[in-house]
């Protein structure tokens, strides 16, 4: 087909799933347009600037690096290099209550195998079983299959990438991490339990007891060899800078300031977005063909707001029947964080790149009870020379930060204090060794992001949203889908960069059709 005839695809939001799906789509030859609400692109994995520092906003490291990883597939289609990055090794050091020495997931296998054995006596046969999971998983989901399936042709894509040895994890789809953690016997390990609602919490939103198993065996199973996980030189923004690069490249557009207030359909599909300019006020309906969603469920929802059609059916689901799962959705999490530019002085010597405090095994993972940290390196552009980063995120419930009574200002700066006051149990962080501090909320993040209430992460991925049970790319009205954290395989950057790409898959399969 001749890129004349290609249809117009305008692209909502600016993250990296939109982004990849912009500069893939571009590539192939369609007209793209992004459009983002934010000063700079990337969503999730954008950056900030203060006094000489660059800070993460939110993604601080990355998986899909390797050879036959993600982001290896669609950088070498797109013909770029990728950025210049170093391993995380470990990939994180916990730290639970009470204790000094951490629990370290090395990248090395073995090595992992000799320090789970030792903080978790008994427990080798639960992550050996863990680990043959992964396995299955991982070789399935490297063959492209399409979850969940909402056409025939998905479907053929789906049954392609089966496999004998997928045939493993099927008994498991209804299971999740706690099941599995009673057929061992370890359900009265309280050390273990507890690691794994932490790990659980960062990778899936919910912990232990909720976590699909087939989801937590591929979150659990990434950091070590011949995947990993990634710490970008300079930031997550040059990730971000590159796809920008691929889509302009060829021809693509990127306005950023620019909101989406709603998505146009008519009786036969979607026929374009509206958009309002931030800085002019103006406001005009871009036309297009196919509309690339990179938003939460709950946001596109909204987009489609009710005078959407009612009666565009699609298999297995209509769009009443959508939006009513949406509302039922339980309430996703908020994230609090506070980024501090300090002396290099205030790190200890042989810290680890990321970190994560539990400091009452009594109070809920999050709220400033629990803290992923994240630590810049010397020379890694990150802060001048001299000096370091440390941004540390809590999960938090968004809904109080939007109660009428409550006094943001004075909870913000509660919050705050109380962060850096336990940081300081690990960080030298007297006065004169902090530099800068900045903090974020869920409005914070709301108010940059558009994302509803400012959640972080995605749905939650429990057995009902996870896999064949999931939200699907495909949005049961003609011409639109959806990409991003609340799609399948789930949160994280190699996550919605996957289904970028499988958006631009049935993008193209249906336009060739």
Same mark, same amino acid.
């Given at each position: 087909?001749?890129?004349?005839?290609?249809?117009?695809?305008?692209?909502?939001?600016?993250?990296?799933?939109?982004?990849?799906?912009?500069?893939?789509?571009?590539?192939?030859?369609?007209?793209?347009?992004?459009?983002?609400?934010?000063?700079?692109?990337?969503?999730?994995?954008?950056?900030?600037?203060?006094?000489?520092?660059?800070?993460?906003?939110?993604?601080?490291?990355?998986?899909?690096?390797?050879?036959?990883?993600?982001?290896?597939?669609?950088?070498?289609?797109?013909?770029?290099?990728?950025?210049?990055?170093?391993?995380?090794?470990?990939?994180?050091?916990?730290?639970?209550?009470?204790?000094?020495?951490?629990?370290?997931?090395?990248?090395?296998?073995?090595?992992?195998?000799?320090?789970?054995?030792?903080?978790?006596?008994?427990?080798?046969?639960?992550?050996?079983?863990?680990?043959?999971?992964?396995?299955?998983?991982?070789?399935?989901?490297?063959?492209?299959?399409?979850?969940?399936?909402?056409?025939?042709?998905?479907?053929?894509? @789906?049954? $392609?990438?089966? &496999? /004998?040895? !997928?045939?493993?994890?099927?008994?498991?789809? *209804?299971?999740?991490?706690?099941? =599995?953690?009673?057929?061992?016997? @370890?359900? $009265?390990?309280? &050390? /273990?339990? !507890?690691?794994?609602?932490?790990?659980?919490? *960062?990778?899936?939103?919910?912990? =232990?007891?909720?976590?699909?198993? @087939?989801?937590?065996?591929?979150? /659990?199973?990434?950091?070590?060899?011949?995947?990993?996980?990634?710490?970008?030189?300079?930031?997550?923004?040059?990730?971000?800078?590159?796809?920008?690069?691929?889509?302009?490249?060829?021809?693509?557009?990127?306005?950023?300031?620019?909101?989406?207030?709603?998505?146009?359909?008519?009786?036969?599909?979607?026929?374009?977005?509206?958009?309002?300019?931030?800085?002019?006020?103006?406001?005009?309906?871009?036309?297009?063909?196919?509309?690339?969603?990179?938003?939460?469920?709950?946001?596109?929802?909204?987009?489609?707001?009710?005078?959407?059609?009612?009666?565009?059916?699609?298999?297995?689901?209509?769009?009443?029947?959508?939006?009513?799962?949406?509302?039922?959705?339980?309430?996703?999490?908020?994230?609090?964080?506070?980024?501090?530019?300090?002396?290099?002085?205030?790190?200890?010597?042989?810290?680890?790149?990321?970190?994560?405090?539990?400091?009452?095994?009594?109070?809920?993972?999050?709220?400033?009870?629990?803290?992923?940290?994240?630590?810049?390196?010397?020379?890694?552009?990150?802060?001048?020379?001299?000096?370091?980063?440390?941004?540390?995120?809590?999960?938090?419930?968004?809904?109080?930060?939007?109660?009428?009574?409550?006094?943001?200002?004075?909870?913000?700066?509660?919050?705050?204090?109380?962060?850096?006051?336990?940081?300081?149990?690990?960080?030298?962080?007297?006065?004169?060794?902090?530099?800068?501090?900045?903090?974020?909320?869920?409005?914070?993040?709301?108010?940059?992001?558009?994302?509803?209430?400012?959640?972080?992460?995605?749905?939650?991925?429990?057995?009902?949203?996870?896999?064949?049970?999931?939200?699907?790319?495909?949005?049961?009205?003609?011409?639109?889908?959806?990409?991003?954290?609340?799609?399948?395989?789930?949160?994280?950057?190699?996550?919605?960069?996957?289904?970028?790409?499988?958006?631009?898959?049935?993008?193209?399969?249906?336009?060739?059709?």
């Amino acid at each position: 087909m001749s890129k004349s005839s290609l249809p117009k695809v305008v692209v909502i939001g600016a993250g990296i799933g939109g982004l990849t799906a912009g500069a893939l789509l571009a590539k192939r030859g369609y007209e793209v347009t992004i459009f983002d609400r934010a000063i700079v692109p990337g969503g999730c994995a954008s950056t900030f600037k203060r006094q000489g520092f660059t800070f993460d906003v939110g993604a601080t490291q990355v998986a899909g690096l390797e050879p036959g990883g993600i982001h290896h597939r669609i950088f070498s289609e797109l013909e770029i290099e990728l950025p210049p990055a170093v391993p995380c090794d470990p990939a994180c050091a916990v730290f639970l209550p009470g204790e000094t020495t951490p629990i370290s997931v090395w990248r090395d296998p073995e090595r992992w195998q000799a320090e789970r054995q030792q903080q978790f006596p008994g427990s080798e046969p639960f992550w050996q079983f863990l680990q043959q999971l992964f396995n299955a998983s991982w070789e399935f989901q490297s063959r492209d299959p399409i979850l969940p399936p909402r056409n025939l042709w998905d479907v053929t894509q @789906l049954v $392609g990438a089966l &496999r /004998l040895g !997928t045939l493993i994890t099927v008994p498991f789809t *209804l299971s999740t991490v706690g099941d =599995a953690i009673k057929w061992f016997g @370890l359900d $009265g390990d309280k &050390r /273990l339990r !507890t690691f794994l609602d932490l790990q659980l919490k *960062l990778y899936s939103q919910v912990t =232990a007891a909720e976590t699909a198993l @087939l989801y937590a065996a591929t979150a /659990l199973g990434v950091s070590q060899t011949p995947q990993g996980l990634y710490h970008l030189q300079g930031s997550m923004q040059v990730l971000s800078d590159r796809l920008v690069a691929s889509l302009e490249r060829d021809g693509g557009k990127l306005l950023m300031r620019h909101t989406v207030e709603s998505i146009e359909c008519d009786k036969t599909g979607v026929t374009g977005v509206t958009i309002r300019n931030q800085k002019t006020d103006e406001t005009w309906t871009e036309t297009a063909a196919e509309v690339v969603a990179n938003v939460t469920a709950q946001d596109l929802v909204r987009l489609l707001g009710d005078a959407a059609p009612k009666s565009i059916p699609l298999p297995l689901l209509s769009l009443d029947s959508y939006r009513s799962r949406v509302k039922t959705l339980p309430q996703a999490s908020g994230a609090f964080v506070v980024y501090l530019g300090v002396k290099a002085s205030a790190i200890p010597a042989e810290c680890p790149p990321h970190l994560q405090f539990l400091y009452d095994y009594d109070g809920i993972i999050g709220e400033n009870n629990s803290l992923f940290v994240s630590v810049s390196h010397p020379g890694d552009g990150r802060a001048p020379e001299g000096k370091a980063t440390i941004i540390a995120s809590s999960f938090v419930d968004p809904n109080r930060w939007y109660d009428e009574g409550v006094d943001y200002e004075t909870m913000k700066a509660e919050y705050t204090a109380v962060a850096i006051a336990k940081l300081g149990e690990y960080f030298d962080l007297q006065p004169e060794n902090i530099i800068v501090t900045e903090a974020g909320t869920p409005r914070t993040f709301e108010h940059y992001t558009g994302r509803d209430r400012g959640i972080v992460g995605g749905i939650g991925q429990r057995v009902s949203t996870f896999g064949p049970f999931g939200f699907a790319t495909r949005i049961p009205v003609a011409g639109l889908w959806m990409v991003g954290d609340s799609t399948h395989p789930g949160e994280g950057t190699a996550g919605v960069s996957y289904s970028a790409l499988t958006v631009v898959r049935q993008i193209e399969q249906q336009v060739g059709s």
